[in-house]
T-cell receptor, first 115, second 111 residues
């Protein structure tokens, strides 16, 4: 597609439920990131995929969070047993490899609200 | 933890004035990028400067990079109300190519 697509755009869930957030990167982009942004805050790194390399999961805040990227394209971020502190906007970004010349293209994000 | 720190946290200027914001970082970088965010949703890439470059221009934007001081600045000239947004610097580490963001500067341009 023309841009990075994230779905759903908004998600309200009850505490304790599992949620799945989806990211469709730009075709051909091998690098994909997930970030989390709480209200009025900066971007918190969650996980980084680069081609077929093992993902960098060092930013995942707990074992309730996991992410996968199937076929080097679509990525899904899963949060199990959601807590109220998980409420945030979850942003996905993709790019060509190594970004010597290109910045990252961001999706519009998924606003997650845990009630 | 965040790689970059932006200064100031917030900036309010009159339309037509210039806006300058600074970013400092900690580790060796491959390049540094600036992004704009409106209304707390997706970020838009503005400009990228490589570690071997010192200055770069794009329209009304001017970015400088001083790798010896591990700092960068973003200048927006002749600001417009539409420039009201949050601006973030982001660095790509030369070790693992990870993209890390600063906390951002909120710019308000008054008409």
């Amino acid at each position: 597609g023309a841009g990075v697509s994230q779905s759903p755009s908004n998600k309200v869930t009850e505490k304790g439920k599992d949620v799945e957030l989806r990211c469709d990167p730009i075709s051909g982009h091998t690098a994909l990131y997930w970030y989390r942004q709480s209200l009025g805050q900066g971007l918190e790194f969650l996980i980084y995929f680069q081609g077929n390399s093992a993902p960098d999961k060092s930013g995942l805040p707990s074992d309730r969070f996991s992410a996968e990227r199937t076929g080097g394209s679509v990525s899904t971020l899963t949060i199990q047993r959601t807590q109220q502190e998980d409420s945030a906007v979850y942003l996905c970004a993709s790019s060509w490899p190594w970004t010597d010349n290109y910045g990252y293209t961001f999706g519009s994000g998924t606003r997650l609200t845990v009630v | 933890s965040q790689q970059g720190e932006e200064d100031p946290q917030a900036l309010s200027i009159q339309e037509g004035e210039n806006a300058t914001m600074n970013c400092s970082y900690k580790t060796s970088i491959n390049n540094l990028q600036w992004y704009r965010q409106n209304s707390g949703r997706g970020l838009v890439h503005l400009i990228l400067i490589r570690s071997n470059e010192r200055e770069k221009h794009s329209g009304r934007l001017r970015v400088t990079l001083d790798t010896s001081k591990k700092s960068s600045s973003l200048l927006i000239t002749a600001s417009r109300a539409a420039d009201t947004a949050s601006y973030f610097c982001a660095t790509v580490s030369s070790n693992d190519y990870k993209l890390s963001f600063g906390a951002g500067t909120t710019v308000t341009v008054r008409a």
